[in-house]
């Protein structure tokens, strides 16, 4: 049972650019989180999705930032016109039912340059 | 919102010596997890343990719930338990599932 896919693992772009980040959860799970880790920091929460529903987007900054999990395929996360800011690593966690435990990719390092 | 707070920030032992890790937090919880983020930055999960004890090899982790404070204890440490060690809660109200991260216990383990 493969565990929660990530990729890319390294992502870099330029200022201005989109990133796209995807995260399959793992089988059998229907819950996906996004978290974000600034360097020397704790994760921050920023959106939870269920299939095609974004049920919690609270910790997903205003602008430029947007989540989606459709009926099939991959959760994506997109930045649009990514600034220096936006390098961190972002982790995406799926689990099998509300509250049942998370459990974490290996994180899409992103570094805008 | 809930506070968790972890201590200490910065651990450094020889290996083969024992520790404990503390996480505090402010607020009932339905859900803590443990997870070591390893030099790579991967992030593994350790415990799921809203309640009780549990073990796992050299690992073992109590949480508290009435008290509000979860350990993490680690025996016979190796130099692979090098990393941040992650204290997470997910607080019961308003149906969210997010988890709320203590900033994390840094482990140095010394051959």
Known sequence: NAGVMQNPRHLVRRRGQEARLRCSPMKGHSHVYWYRQLPEEGLKFMVYLQKENIIDESGMPKERFSAEFPKEGPSILRIQQVVRGDSAAYFCASSPLAGGGAFFGQGTRLTVV | ?111
């Open chain 2, 1 to 111: 919102g809930i506070q968790v707070e972890q201590s200490p920030p910065d651990l450094i032992l020889q290996e083969g010596a024992n520790s404990t890790l503390r996480c505090n937090f402010s607020d009932s919880v339905n859900n803590l997890q443990w997870f070591h983020q390893n030099p790579w930055g991967q992030l593994i999960n350790l415990f799921y343990i809203p309640s009780g004890t549990k073990q796992n090899g050299r690992l073992s982790a109590t949480t508290v719930a009435t008290e509000r404070y979860s350990l993490l204890y680690i025996s016979s440490s190796q130099t692979t338990d090098s990393g941040v060690y992650f204290c997470a809660v997910r607080p019961p109200q308003g149906g969210s599932e997010k988890l709320v991260f203590g900033k994390g216990t840094k482990l140095t383990v010394n051959p």
